[in-house]
């Protein structure tokens, strides 16, 4: 971000002003079920939907610059390749209430790999390099006004302060300059009415930045007094609001107290359907203490420090149409430097796997289906994706001779996913791809997770973080 963008953030943020804070009222249901809609954009999907190919492209690009950042998460600058168009990142999006009285609902792209809840903030709410202009912005769901939050309408909504416990929930690790810019709030200080630095959060396709609030949450029937949430005055190439599902204190599970949640993705299908399925948020003292009939539960694998956000799962083996790929036991292994091993994240479109397991599990499913099918090269160019395979003319209803893939983890679970969720048969199209994206094909194990499972792999599977059993559990099924 270029010295002129910082100056106009800081600018942005030094005209927001303190608000009041009203008493609050809860109550605690034993789970909360939210609709999870895949998200979807007219003006995008319509630009794109001549070429699949195009379209697929993108998603693969977006799915490699997130990889890149979640590899590499405490990097200040990150190198953005490719547009990133508004609500075209191939995820999904559940839609909150926050305020006092309830403003309108807000869509948050759901996002397992990041904390902060965040939503665009007053009128005043700016994306740059979007693809469309302040104000007058087309919004997550359609073409009408992008959805911001007015902290001013709501009696419940208040800057939080430097000496609030909840301030460090994001810029724990950087004490010294929370500190030098807290001087009002000096040790032995009482009643301080400095506010909490701005924070600045950088993402795989932009970045936002904002102050803390502490503001009242609606999740029918239940109301959430002091939930901490972003208000995000500037933003780029990200115009709507992010939901963090992620480990840490300022995550929605968290704040919540959520024993486990869970969610089932409709499948990808590049249209606009409007259907939507559940995200369900187990919140009771009950919940979580049974296994979910039908689910196959791998442990979750401790955090290395500096990568306490994610979700990690023992990935011990992939085969290919039942064959084992031999692949190098430090790169799914996680290591104590947090490099290596698999995490699981519903903000990533294509599944991510380092270079030497990308080669090793692509040239296998080559060696497969190359007696059956040639290679596309053409389309791997303009799709983004490799290996493509040309099909017959009438593929249409046949059984074709691809092989399963399968991931098998910790405990015995086995996720074979169905022939969509790894290979790309878009419209009518007589090519088809696989949707797995890698950086480059280097044999050496690079920083970071190896692989990072995405959610067209998941797409038509309940998926469950059981986080009070520690646990990752799946089950194919329609999701619906």
Not at 72 to 78: E, G, I, L, V
Not at 174 to 183: A, L, N, P
Not at 223 to 247: D, H, K, W
Not at 362 to 371: C, F, L, Y
């Amino acid at each position: 971000m270029d010295s002129s963008s910082t100056l106009s953030i800081v600018l942005l943020l030094c005209i927001l002003t303190l608000l009041s804070l009203s008493p609050f009222i809860s109550s605690s249901p034993t789970s909360i079920i939210l609709p999870l809609e895949k998200i979807t954009n007219t003006q995008t999907q319509s630009s794109l939907s001549t070429d699949p190919w195009k379209t697929l492209n993108h998603l693969a690009s977006t799915s490699l610059i997130r990889a890149n950042h979640l590899k590499n998460p405490h990097k200040k600058t990150t190198h953005l390749s490719t547009p990133v168009y508004p609500q075209s990142y191939g995820g999904y999006s559940v839609s909150l209430t926050f305020g006092t009285p309830p403003q309108t609902s807000i869509p948050f792209v759901l996002d397992t790999g990041s904390n902060l809840v965040w939503f665009p903030c007053t009128d005043h709410y700016i994306c740059q390099n979007c693809s469309f202009s302040s104000s007058s912005s087309p919004s997550p769901k359609s073409n009408s006004v992008i959805q911001s939050y007015k902290p001013k309408l709501s009696s419940s909504s208040k800057l939080i302060g430097c000496q609030n416990p909840k301030c460090s929930w994001i810029h724990h690790g950087s004490g010294d300059d929370i500190q030098s810019r807290c001087q009002e709030c000096a040790p032995g200080v009482t009643n301080c009415a400095q506010i909490c630095p701005p924070y600045l959060i950088i993402y795989g396709s932009g970045s936002t930045t904002g102050l803390l609030l502490s503001e009242t949450l609606h999740l029918k029937p239940k109301r959430v007094p002091n939930f901490v949430v972003g208000c995000s005055r500037f933003s780029l190439r990200i115009p709507t609001g992010i939901a963090g599902f992620g480990r840490g204190e300022a995550s929605l599970p968290s704040q919540l107290g959520v024993n486990k949640f869970s969610y089932c993705l409709l499948s990808h299908r590049f249209d606009n359907t409007e259907k939507s399925t559940q995200l369900v948020l187990h919140t009771g003292s009950g919940s979580g203490d049974t296994k979910t009939t039908g689910v196959k539960y791998t442990p979750f694998v401790k955090n290395p420090t500096g990568f306490s956000v994610y979700y990690y799962v023992g990935l011990k083996e992939i085969t290919v149409g039942g064959k084992k790929v031999k692949i190098p036991y430090d790169f799914l292994s996680l290591g104590a430097d947090g490099n290596g091993g698999t995490i699981v994240d519903s903000g990533s479109t294509f599944t991510f796997m380092e270079g030497r397991i990308f080669e090793l599990v692509a040239s296998e499913i080559e060696n497969q289906v190359r007696r059956n099918y040639r290679r596309a090269s053409e389309v791997e160019i303009s799709s983004g994706l490799k290996p493509c395979f040309e099909l017959p003319e009438n593929h249409k209803g046949m059984k074709l001779a691809l092989p399963r893939l399968s991931f098998h983890f910790k405990g015995g679970a086995e996720m074979e996913l169905p022939l969509a969720n790894y290979f790309s048969i878009v419209g009518n199209s007589q090519v088809v791809c696989l949707t797995i994206v890698t950086n480059n094909a280097d044999t050496t194990r690079g920083e970071g997770p190896s692989v990072i499972l995405g959610n067209f792999q998941q797409q038509n599977f309940y998926t469950e973080f059981d986080l009070k059993n520690e646990r990752f559990g799946f089950r194919q099924q329609t999701c619906k």
